[in-house]
């Protein structure tokens, strides 16, 4: 393990957490006692951007704290009534947009625990580092992003690209704006992003398509992720790629469609006309894959598409 003293920013961020939730504490110190130094790198690197700016002094860094410990409280409230029932919470996208995506204050503190568990939970980081891989092998000059969320996604590509177009489409007036802190935390020209608010399926995105259509950890909010990924082929460019995440047996306070496991999410992939090029399935818990279905793991899914 690396010492900790040499990472100081990203210790400014795990100190607050630990010193609100001690159980978050032992889980963290667990995560990162295993990782080599290309997270730490990663890690302090991402720390060091969010607290000069977005996490810019103490009181903010304790509320982004509290929101990171509600977000994992309720997921693992959620995950204690999953394996009660067998089914999520919500079952109409509708719902959701009135209870969480439309209702500001629960926005903010879901999404920003969500950011922040790119620095904890092992299979976030993985399913980055699998985004980041791909950006290696590909020219982008036209992108979209589907779901923004917190805009982590965005701003690696932006970074790597820095002259592409880029369109961010959310459902979500919270997550437009939050996208919008995280280009001006990483000092990004968000002159350039044109911001759409509204359904994917129906704003209008012109004709042209893009190189790279991101789609992370979208399907699993909506009531058709079928016509999602349609529509995504659609808008694809010839030669184009689509990264794509979401996750089986993943109940949260705002997840809709239920993947039962991997395979039936390749299967939707297939049967909406798209190519797999490489995926990999990551699970939520260290449990051998041949008892994932049985206990009903939470499998965060990443791949990368093309037309075929």
């Known amino acids: 393990m690396e010492r900790c003293e040499d990472y100081p920013e990203l210790m400014k961020i795990i100190h607050v957490i630990s010193a609100e939730n001690p159980l978050q504490r032992k889980r963290i110190n667990a995560f990162i006692s295993r990782q080599d130094?290309?997270?730490?790198?990663?890690?302090?690197?991402?720390?060091?951007?969010?607290?000069?700016?977005?996490?810019?002094?103490?009181?903010?860094?304790?509320?982004?704290?509290?929101?990171?410990?509600?977000?994992?409280?309720?997921?693992?409230?959620?995950?204690?009534?999953?394996?009660?029932?067998?089914?999520?919470?919500?079952?109409?996208?509708?719902?959701?947009?009135?209870?969480?995506?439309?209702?500001?204050?629960?926005?903010?503190?879901?999404?920003?625990?969500?950011?922040?568990?790119?620095?904890?939970?092992?299979?976030?980081?993985?399913?980055?580092?699998?985004?980041?891989?791909?950006?290696?092998?590909?020219?982008?000059?036209?992108?979209?992003?589907?779901?923004?969320?917190?805009?982590?996604?965005?701003?690696?590509?932006?970074?790597?690209?820095?002259?592409?177009?880029?369109?961010?489409?959310?459902?979500?007036?919270?997550?437009?704006?939050?996208?919008?802190?995280?280009?001006?935390?990483f000092d990004l020209d968000s002159s350039r992003v044109k911001f759409i608010l509204g359904d994917f399926l129906t704003v209008p995105l012109g004709t042209v398509g893009f190189d790279l259509i991101i789609m992370g950890e979208v399907l699993e909010h909506v009531n058709d992720a079928s016509r999602f990924l349609t529509r995504a082929r659609e808008l694809l460019r010839p030669g184009g790629s689509i990264f794509l995440s979401t996750c089986a047996n993943c109940p949260a306070v705002d997840h809709i469609y239920h993947f039962h496991n991997v395979d039936e999410i390749r299967g939707l992939i297939r049967s909406a006309g798209l190519s797999i090029?490489?995926?990999?399935?990551?699970?939520?818990?260290?449990?051998?894959?041949?008892r994932w279905q049985q206990e009903l793991v939470t499998i965060n899914y990443s791949s990368i598409l093309n037309l075929g």
């Open 37 to 185: 130094v290309s997270y730490w790198t990663f890690a302090e690197e991402l720390s060091r951007t969010l607290n000069s700016s977005f996490l810019r002094d103490d009181q903010v860094r304790l509320e982004a704290a509290r929101s990171y410990n509600r977000m994992c409280m309720d997921i693992l409230r959620e995950q204690i009534r999953f394996r009660k029932t067998g089914v999520y919470l919500l079952d109409d996208a509708h719902v959701a947009d009135e209870t969480v995506y439309s209702q500001k204050s629960v926005m903010r503190y879901y999404i920003v625990g969500l950011l922040l568990s790119y620095l904890f939970w092992p299979n976030h980081f993985q399913m980055l580092s699998f985004f980041k891989d791909h950006l290696n092998n590909i020219r982008v000059e036209r992108c979209l992003e589907v779901g923004v969320g917190h805009g982590l996604f965005t701003v690696e590509m932006m970074r790597r690209f820095p002259d592409s177009e880029v369109t961010l489409v959310d459902i979500s007036l919270t997550s437009v704006e939050l996208a919008q802190e995280m280009l001006t935390t």
């Open 277 to 290: 090029v490489r995926d990999a399935a990551l699970p939520a818990e260290d449990v051998p894959e041949a």
